[in-house]
């Protein structure tokens, strides 16, 4: 195959051109291989969502499978934490109202 940058041959399985020291399309591909996409991503994002936020930051344009998979978890993370949050404070709401309703009613 051909350098695509200075155009010298090189050899098939060639990452990157030994002349001019440029990544060749071989190489490219090995660094979107390494994009899996794991759903380890997508955990680790939703145990650390702030990580996971800052995973897909630094890997949307290298890795966008993997950046859109800690996204996602740490997504569910936070609705998980902002559902958790709701049914505490509806808990309580039910709590007060039925408190209220008791001191209210009985003798
Ligand atoms: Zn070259």
């Known amino acids: 195959m051909y350098c695509t940058n200075c155009s010298n041959e090189i050899d098939e399985k060639a990452a990157i051109c030994p ?3 440029i990544a060749t399309p071989l190489y490219l591909e090995d660094e979107k291989s390494n994009d899996s996409g794991s759903i ?3 955990v680790l994002g939703f145990f650390l969502p702030l990580v ?3 995973l897909f930051l630094v890997w ?3 890795k966008p499978k993997s950046a859109k998979m800690s996204l996602i978890g740490a997504a569910i993370s936070l609705m998980a934490i902002v559902v958790i ?7 309580i709401l ?10 209210h009613y009985m003798p």
């Open 94 to 103: 039910i709590f007060e109202l039925l408190i209220a309703f008791l001191v």
């Open 52 to 54: 996971g936020l800052i």
């Open 60 to 62: 949307k344009k290298e």
């Open 19 to 21: 002349k001019c020291g």
């Open 85 to 91: 949050i709701i049914s505490i404070l509806t808990i």
């Open 40 to 42: 380890g991503w997508g």
